[in-house]
């Protein structure tokens, strides 16, 4: 195909010719844009030695001719011709120079093949085949598929045929692939020729009665492709056929008539036919229209709507006219001109290229004519106007508009480009850089963790890797440390858009056009056809002029896996290998994702860099040998996903099932600002992503009196559910003040113990919905301070029904929620009397402060939390982040017992402010945060929070409350990770706290 600027318009072949001006204005042809005759493809008969068959055809002196090889057999269900053949073949093709065109002939059938044939399989048996034929040789410029019945397993036989062509094609990028059908074919298997059209060069038929009806279905139906004439071996002994086929086709979509000559003889014929053709009826002649023409011809005196006209070349004007005469049976032919000349005419029999006897040239009233006895079945006339400078005007042609490619074209070529590529590659190693960097927690600023790959893939489509260096928040961590990549790939996506396959998977569409890094693009549309499997959707781009994938946009959601969500951009370039070859790898891909864990959604965004290719070395098979025999944790990317290449002796054994299972022991302290000690605690969590093989997941986290679980299950492609439990034997202290006086009358140890299940919808890619309802159940102690007058709430059940929505998108998050809060059978609590005991619980000191928080208030039975969020995190280099995040909490009807009570292990968290001392109403808040790496050794992250908050028991202003926090992570012994924050308060109620200060250390210890 030839690009023009905006190439995306093809020149499809000029319709008509509005005009050709001949002999300065003397002849006014109207022509049709098709070359005047199609081409001539004649095979070498079989009676022939190839060798000698090959050396007669190269003599056939015919402009444009096409040499075909004897056929060869293959059928789909594994037979074929004999490998001695092909190698014959093969020789004979090899020393012929590059200016000979010829053509491979294979008779395709189905043979034994059956509906339990896989893909696989057929895929197999066609590459096998391929390999044995000569299709790369110089001198081979097509290939004819000729298709033979009876059809079996339609499907699958259309499937082999379009592996057979693009398989073909990528062993020479150069060759044309035409496939013929036998008669009838085109009209009972409509599907399939549509499917094929959009894969081969040419489509053909059979030349029979009802060759023209196969001609205008394919020209409507299967993108107007141009087509192959086919002249069974009986037909084609008679030159007289041939001659009748040539002409019926001239000014059609018909590029090649092909004839297959029994024997030696008939061959030579049919050569001698085609050379004297094209002497007088050139290539550079078009087929004009005789019923326009000055020149009319009539057998024995009637006209005939048999003849054809052609005008241009050395002759200015061609007529071959049926006459149907006969040595015993003459027939008599007159040739009627418009004009008087004067003219230079001859006659011949196109059959034996013999003069046929004509009379003189007399001029009539009408301009001249002349007559012929002619015994021929065939007259060619050719008229030649004799003038002072015998000159020809050129023709003057009215170009039709363009067509654009359609969808299935551009997918078939990209199909094309990456067989080729596929048969070129054998293998390549690269180095890979994957970075993870996981959505902030209430604990600080997220975690990244990044692994520094080796890659090798070989052509059987088998890609290992090596972790060559692991870090985590950008520390590193011995090599040898596995990280449990299975668990955050998504579910394995078997069928790739474009690819190849029996039963299509997606629906292609044709969105326009796009520049990507200065290459314009098709942009193709990806959505999935079925809904029983795992699929991709979004939008592909194909260098238009090469058909390579320059960029895909893909989003996978309704997985069966912990990731819900997987929405990734991968980009490609053109790499060399050391001999100059390029090939389209990849060379980037970015991608978020959302991830289940502990009935939560979280964000993932994950970027792989890919550098460092060497292609088609021979060192290969030596590097990845010594790659097994390391101590490098080794992965390899199956059907089922990415799996564990353990080592076991000297040898690499694929672990069938990735772990399902992951333990770590979580200890640590912490202090806050509320206490004057720290508070040590030691627990196991349990990740189990196949609970008892149900494809559930479990989140268990047990430690002394406090355990925490969720259990959660995708169903169908959108939903997820989950149960949450909370129990908890530690209390909580509820404190009340007045200014920054603790008010220890009042002094309150809660416990509450919660149940309750979620369901989540993934709306879209980008938009989850959840609804919740939970059931806490509450228990209200005095401390040992507190006054006896103070009134306890009720021990009691709160019912508490809520919703959530999270938007994620290029990073940014959006989370809000809101919820109600039903109190069943709450009561007043408080004081009755603010008098000194025993009437009341009052403060007994001098001068004390306002004491009214102490007094009964209206019952809250119902109360209504609310809050959202919004954030971003930015990536510098491999280590650095930096990051923003604006929230706000608010709600209704609030008391002390429902208020938010921000700590380091609660939601809200004012960073920087001590927890478990201050409550609110609402609170408007504002972080910042900046990261880096110290020499691998330890990562630092600091953080500025500014909020403000208020607490309507005790102003009705909002207040400042500022702080900055620095978090750091190290590695230590035995696989440890110690994660640590120290956090400073600025300004907030001060006077309540022991300290500024606060601070936690967690370590985290994988278990195996």
Not at 502 to 517: A, C, F, I, M, P
Not at 810 to 829: D, M
Not at 925 to 941: P, R, S, T, W
Request: glycine share 8%; net charge neutral.
């Amino acid at each position: 195909m030839q690009f023009l600027p905006g190439f995306f318009s093809r020149v499809a072949g000029l319709r008509r010719i509005s005009s050709i001006l001949l002999f300065s204005g003397f002849l006014f042809l109207p022509l049709t844009a098709e070359a005047g005759l199609p081409r001539a493809a004649i095979s070498i008969p079989t009676d022939q030695n190839l060798a000698a068959g090959l050396k007669a055809a190269e003599q056939c002196e015919s402009p444009g001719k096409v040499i075909v090889l004897p056929p060869l057999s293959f059928d789909f269900g594994g037979g074929g011709s004999a490998t001695s053949v092909m190698e014959e073949q093969t020789q004979a093709v090899k020393g012929k120079p590059e200016g000979s065109e010829v053509w491979l002939h294979l008779v395709v059938g189905a043979g034994s093949l059956a509906g339990s044939d896989s893909e696989q399989q057929i895929t197999q048996r066609v590459e096998a085949f391929l390999k044995a034929m000569p299709l790369s040789a110089a001198a081979v410029r097509g290939l004819i598929v000729e298709v033979k019945e009876p059809l079996t397993a339609p499907d699958l036989f259309a499937f082999g045929l379009v592996r057979l062509t693009l398989g073909a094609k990528a062993s020479n990028a150069a060759l044309r692939v035409a496939l013929v059908f036998p008669t009838g074919f085109v009209s009972q298997h409509g599907d399939i020729v549509k499917r094929l059209a959009t894969y081969t060069d040419l489509l053909g038929t059979t030349y029979s009665e009802d060759w023209r009806q196969d001609a205008a279905w394919i020209a409507e139906q299967a993108l107007n492709k141009p087509l192959v004439l086919k002249l069974d071996s009986g037909a084609s002994v008679t030159t007289s056929r041939f001659v009748n086929a040539m002409l019926a086709a001239s000014g059609t979509s018909v590029e090649i008539v092909w004839s297959n000559p029994p024997d030696g003889k008939a061959a030579n014929a049919v050569c001698s036919v085609n050379s004297f053709l094209t002497h007088y009826i050139t290539g550079n002649a078009f087929a004009a229209d005789s019923t326009s023409s000055p020149f009319t011809v009539a057998v024995e005196g009637v006209g005939s709507g048999e003849n054809r006209s052609f005008g241009s070349g050395p002759s200015d004007l061609v007529i071959v006219a049926r006459v149907n005469g006969s040595p015993d049976s003459p027939k008599t032919v007159r040739l009627q001109g418009a004009k008087s000349g004067p003219f230079e005419i001859k006659w011949y029999d196109p059959v034996t290229g013999a003069p046929l006897p004509a009379g003189e040239v007399t001029k009539t009233d009408k301009g001249l004519a002349q007559t012929c006895a002619c015994t021929s079945e065939y007259a060619l006339i050719s008229v030649h106007k004799q003038s002072v400078n015998d000159q020809t005007l050129f023709n003057t042609i009215e170009v039709k508009g363009g067509i654009e490619l359609k969808v299935e074209e551009i997918v078939a070529r990209w199909q094309q480009n990456r067989e080729a590529q596929k048969q070129r590659l054998e293998n390549y190693m690269a180095s890979s850089f994957m970075s993870l960097h996981f959505e902030n927690t209430n604990l600080g600023p997220g975690f990244d963790v990044s692994t520094q790959l080796k890659v090798f893939f070989k052509r059987d489509g088998q890609m290992e890797m090596a972790q060559k260096a692991f870090f985590v928040n950008g520390v590193k961590f011995g090599k040898n440390h596995e990280f449990p990549l299975p668990q955050i790939e998504p579910e394995k996506v078997l069928t790739q858009p474009l690819e190849l396959k029996l039963n299509e998977r997606y629906v292609y569409k044709l969105l326009g056009t796009e520049k990507v890094d200065g290459a314009l693009c098709y942009v193709i549309g990806v959505e999935p056809k079925v809904a029983d499997e795992a699929l991709y959707s979004g939008k592909i781009w194909i260098d238009g002029a090469t058909f390579r994938e320059v960029r895909q946009y893909l989003t996978q959601r309704g997985a069966k896996s912990n990731v819900l969500v997987n929405v990734e951009t991968q980009n490609f370039e053109l790499v060399s290998d050391d001999k100059g070859v390029q090939f389209n790898l990849l060379r980037s891909i970015s991608a978020q994702q959302l991830l289940n864990a502990a009935g939560r959604d979280f964000v993932l965004q994950r970027k792989v860099q890919f550098s460092n290719y060497v292609i088609n070395a021979p060192e290969f098979s030596g590097a990845l040998a010594a790659e097994h025999s390391s101590d490098d944790p080794m992965f390899r990317d199956t059907d089922q996903g990415l799996r564990s290449l353990r080592k076991k002796g000297d040898e690499r054994v694929l672990v069938d099932s990735s772990v399902k299972r992951i333990r770590s022991l979580v200890g640590g302290a912490m202090y806050e600002g509320t206490f004057n000690f720290p508070i040590p605690f030691l627990g196991i969590s349990i990740a189990d992503f196949d609970f008892r093989h149900t494809g559930a997941q479990l989140s268990t986290f047990f430690a002394g009196p406090i355990l925490l679980t969720d259990l959660s299950k995708q169903y169908k492609p959108k939903f997820r559910l989950a149960l949450d439990l909370s129990l908890n034997g530690l209390p909580g202290e509820n404190r009340v003040y007045s200014g920054n006086t603790e008010l220890v009358q009042g002094q309150v140890w809660t416990w509450e113990q919660t149940t309750g299940l979620r369901a989540s919808w993934q709306a879209t890619t980008h938009l989850s919905l959840t609804a919740s309802n939970y059931f806490a159940y509450d228990n209200f102690l005095r401390t040992s301070e507190a006054d006896e007058q103070y009134e306890l709430p009720r021990n009691g059940l709160t019912v508490l029904p809520g919703v959530e929505i999270k938007y994620s998108r290029k990073g940014y998050v959006f989370h809000a929620q809101g919820t109600r809060g039903e109190r069943i059978n709450w009561r007043p609590f408080g004081c009755s009397s603010l008098a000194p005991p025993p009437d009341g619980c009052g403060s007994t000191s001098v001068n004390p402060p306002p004491q009214d928080t102490l007094l009964f208030r209206p019952p809250q039975r119902a109360y209504t939390l609310y809050s959202g969020e919004f954030n971003k995190d930015y990536y510098i280099g491999k280590f650095t982040k930096g990051g923003w995040d604006l929230s706000y909490y608010g709600g209704n009807q609030l008391d002390r017992f429902s208020r938010y009570f921000p700590s380091f292990l609660a939601t809200p968290r004012l960073h920087g402010i001590p927890g478990g001392t201050d409550s609110f109403d609402a609170i408007a808040m504002a972080n910042v945060h900046y990261g880096f790496n110290v020499m691998e050794l330890m990562k630092v992250d600091g953080m500025y929070s500014y909020a403000r908050a208020r607490n309507l028991d005790e102003s009705f202003k909002f207040r400042k409350f500022d702080g900055f926090e620095v978090n750091f992570n190290t590695p230590g012994p035995m696989g440890i990770l110690v994660q640590g924050t120290v956090s400073y308060a600025l300004n907030g109620n001060i006077p309540r706290y022991n300290s500024r200060w606060g601070a936690y250390v967690l370590i985290f210890k994988p278990l195996k």
